[in-house]
C-alpha cells in the first residue's frame, strides 16, 4: 500500500535566473549557470509529499532521452514507487525564467501523447486499489483513463492557471473530491467557478496572497500565506507543495482548513530551496 498515488506530471524544469520579469528586450543577457533539473506539477507533488514522509508512487510517461535520465535518477534518489512508460515524443521540459525575488514564468513544452494507452486499465486499476490517495495531473494521456481513475477512495486535481471556460480541464474537475486551481485567470470569477464545482472542496490559490478555501457547508475562508523560514530563492513548486501539503494533512486527519494552513507553512518553506529535491528537515512535517 502507498498513502498517494501520483498520476502524470514528469518532467524536467530548465532554471534561467534573469534580471527581471518580462526579462529586457536584448540580443542576449549574461545570466548565472542554467541548470536542468527533475521539474513538472506531479513532480512537484510526488518529491513534497515524500520529503513529508509519505509514501509515494508515481506513474508517468518518460522520454529515452537526456531529458528522461536527469527524471529517472532524481526519483532513483528517493523511495518513491515508479511505474513509467516510454513517451516517443520525449521528456515534458520546461524553462523557468527566475526573478531576483524568486517569482517565475514558465514555457512550458508538454510533449503531447499521441497512440494507444500507456496503460492498461487492469494495471491502472491496481495501482489505484494500493493507494489511499489519488492526485491527478492534468497530462492528455491520463484524461483518456478517468473511468478507471475515478475507483480511487479520494480524489484531487490541480487544474492551474485554468480559465473556467476550457473544457479540456472539466473532466479532472469531475471525478475529483479537492480541487486546486490558481486564481492568475479566473481572477474575480474564481469565486463563482468555485461554486459551479460544489460539492467539491476547491481551493483557489494565489501565491503571496494566500488561498481561499471554498466548502460546500461553509463560507469561503482566506488562508494567509506563510512567512518563509530563510530568504525566497525560487517560487517554482511552491504550489505543488502546497497541494503536497493539504494531502499530507488530511491523510493525517486534519481538517480541511487546518490542512490548507499547514500546507501554506509548506509551501513557504518550498520557497527557500532551489530546485524540488528537499533536503531532509526542510519541509514541516506538523
Known sequence: MVDLLVIGGLGVDVRVQVPAL???VADSLLVPP??????NTGAGVALAAHALGLRVALVDVLGADPAGD???????RTSIRTTLADAPAGTRRSVNLVDPDGRRMSLHDPRPWSGPAPFGEAELAALVA??????????????????????????STDLHDWDGEN?????????????????????????????RLAPRTVLVTGGAAGATLHTPDAPPAHVPAATPPGPVVDTNGAGDAFAAGVIAARLRGAGVLDAARYAARVAAAACTHDGMEYPDGLLPRE
Open 22 to 24: 518580462p526579462p529586457p
Open 34 to 39: 542554467i541548470d536542468m533539473r527533475i521539474g
Open 167 to 195: 473544457d479540456y480541464h472539466r473532466p479532472f474537475a469531475r471525478i475529483a473530491d479537492l480541487v486546486f486551481v490558481s486564481d492568475t485567470r479566473l481572477g474575480e470569477r474564481a469565486a463563482a467557478e468555485a461554486a
Open 130 to 155: 494500493e493507494a489511499t490517495h489519488v492526485h491527478l495531473s492534468i497530462m492528455d494521456w491520463a484524461r483518456d483513463s478517468l473511468a478507471v481513475l475515478r475507483a480511487a477512495t479520494s480524489v
Open 70 to 76: 536527469v527524471v529517472r535518477a532524481a526519483l532513483a
